[in-house]
């Protein structure tokens, strides 16, 4: 899925997460903004978020309340906007490969365990580095950066 679909260009007019969130892959789903519920989790396809290089998409990814996409690997450029916007991504082929939607999954960062609480399974993806989850923790880069200049 490329960044087009995540959040479609007619709305890259504005920065605002609450706005962007509202519109988040209505070209690929029109009812997903209206369906997302805060802590859902995004399992997607490979090389999610290939495309442009905009920064709209993860953040309308996490202003729509999910809190971690899944996929078997993410375009680089989207990997990297990811953590920089707040937005835990993990690269794990057979969890997403084997979830559905409905499915009930728990991930665990620092390990990199993810379970599928709903077929009893547990997937083994790489853990977020501990500086990635400090941006995390801290909301993205830019409130990271804040944070330690006022240190």
Known sequence: MDTDLIIPARYLNTSDPKELAKHVMEDADPEFSK?????????????????????HAPIAIKAAG????IAPFFARIFYRNAFNMGLPILECESAANEAVTGDTLTVDFS??????????????ASPIPPFMQELIAAGGLMSYTVKMAGK
């Open 35 to 55: 369906n997302v519920r805060p802590g859902d989790i995004i399992v997607a396809g490979e090389n999610f978020g290939c495309g442009s290089s905009r920064e």
């Open 66 to 69: 999910v809190t971690c996409v």
């Open 111 to 124: 390990t990199g365990v993810i379970k599928n609480e709903t077929k009893g399974k547990t997937y083994q």
